[in-house]
């Protein structure tokens, strides 16, 4: 009887470092997807910066029209987040 308990507690313990194991390596990978990411995210801030900064060095936009959209895209989020702005592209109910 104490051989297979001893037996249940180790088989226990492995499921646990198993487990363990399981949630590092889940972890690693997503610390990898997030690095990944981000430095997507950095390339696409540099280019949105090279853009704006193109722009405005041809007099083609200027801060407040830039503050006007971002003021425009808030405000729309906010309405939709309000649900006050029909999408229409969802067809039905």
């Known amino acids: 009887m104490q051989a297979s308990a001893r037996k249940m507690k180790r088989t226990k313990r492995e499921q646990l470092i198993q487990v363990e194991s399981m949630?590092?390596?889940g972890i690693g990978q997503l610390m990898m997807q997030f690095n990944q990411m981000l430095a997507e995210i950095i390339k696409?801030?540099?280019n949105q910066l090279a853009l704006?900064?193109?722009l405005k060095r041809r007099g083609l936009i200027d801060d407040l029209m830039i503050r006007n959209?971002?003021?425009t895209i808030e405000e729309m989020e906010q309405m939709?987040?309000?649900a006050l702005i029909i999408d229409?592209?969802?067809k039905g109910p």
Do not use: D, M
């Open 23 to 25: 949630n590092r390596n």
């Open 44 to 46: 696409l801030q540099k």
């Open 52 to 54: 704006v900064q193109a």
């Open 69 to 71: 959209e971002l003021s």
């Open 80 to 82: 939709n987040s309000k």
């Open 88 to 90: 229409p592209n969802k």
